[in-house]
């Protein structure tokens, strides 16, 4: 019997679900002394040095220097700014907020597909467009009436939906080059890169931080972002990307909120309202019909037939 999907689908879920932890539990270490951007660095840091190692095991490739060049432009929009934005939003705003904007993803990667790879618009792209940004406007309204951060905070918000937008601008542009090299390649440059570009801003803040009295506790709570939530996460999403459909694993981006808001409640980090639940549900019913759409390759193939 071939377990391979099963396989997949496992790793996906496991992946979104330590997505989903990373939210709270890297709130909870910069609600007691790790800032934002010292978080960042040891995210970028400590991915580098583990997609290093394990390079070694993996099938050695010859990167030329216009490749390796290259690799820190994808750094810069895959990495720098979508790890950076997220992460200080997140020190903002609630885990709710954050984890719920990421969903919004197939929506930003809809769009510049349209204006950079000539991807068709549909109407069912346009309503998805529509009902998520109308979602996403609602939790932004939300966080602007916020009394505290536990419900949101506008900055934060518009940081996580703008690390979002970069992600998705990253996949745009450098699509050809990801797809160019195996994971433990791209993930070893790019991570490099980031570290490289990232040093010189928060070595400050690194030096700054209060290192004797920071708790074993917080640095537990470092290491799960770090191991679990980047490097762990991001090859189980990579096993599960070279066997199910980019639609299938879009669905699982679902699995992010629903844990996020779940540890969040539970642990008194978030505050789940009203107003948040139709912001969900319209976010998730808009990525749903983006993902639900045909892509140029899907048109293309049935006119073939």
Not at 25 to 47: E, Y
Not at 163 to 171: C, D, G, H, N, V
Not at 203 to 208: A, C, D, I, K, P
Not at 219 to 230: A, I, N, P, Q
Request: hydrophobic share 50%; aromatic share 10%; proline share 4%.
């Amino acid at each position: 019997m071939n377990n391979k999907p099963l396989q997949a689908h496992l790793s996906m879920f496991a992946a979104e679900a330590m997505w989903g932890l990373m939210s709270p539990v890297g709130k909870d270490a910069m609600n007691h002394g790790i800032d934002g951007l010292s978080m960042v660095s040891f995210r970028m840091m400590g991915a580098a040095l583990l997609f290093w190692v394990a390079s070694q095991f993996a099938k050695r490739e010859h990167v030329p220097m216009r490749d390796v060049l290259l690799f820190g432009g994808a750094a810069l929009l895959g990495v720098v700014f979508n790890q950076c934005l997220f992460t200080i939003g997140l020190s903002i705003t609630s885990p709710i907020n954050a984890s719920i904007v990421t969903t919004s993803m197939p929506i930003f990667a809809m769009v510049l597909s349209f204006l950079i790879l000539g991807e068709p618009i549909t109407w069912k792209k346009t309503s998805g467009v529509a009902i998520g940004c109308t979602g996403a406007i609602i939790l932004i309204l939300t966080s602007m009436t916020a009394g505290n951060a536990k419900v949101g905070d506008i900055r934060g918000d518009l940081m996580c939906i703008g690390a979002q937008l970069s992600f998705a601008l990253y996949l745009s542009l450098f699509n050809k080059l990801i797809r160019k090299y195996n994971p433990f390649t791209v993930n070893k440059w790019m991570f490099t890169w980031a570290t490289l570009l990232v040093l010189p801003v928060s070595s400050g803040h690194l030096v700054e931080l209060p290192w004797a009295s920071l708790s074993s506790t917080t640095w537990m709570e470092v290491g799960f972002v770090v191991f679990f939530g980047t490097f762990v996460s991001y090859l189980l999403s990579i096993v599960s990307q070279r066997v199910l459909r980019p639609t299938v694993v879009s669905v699982y981006n679902y699995v992010q909120p629903i844990v996020s808001v779940t540890v969040s409640v539970l642990t008194g980090l978030g505050v789940f309202t009203w107003q948040q639940a139709i912001a969900v549900i319209l976010v998730f019913s808009g990525v749903w019909l983006v993902v639900k759409s045909k892509s140029k390759r899907d048109e293309q193939a049935a006119e073939t037939h």
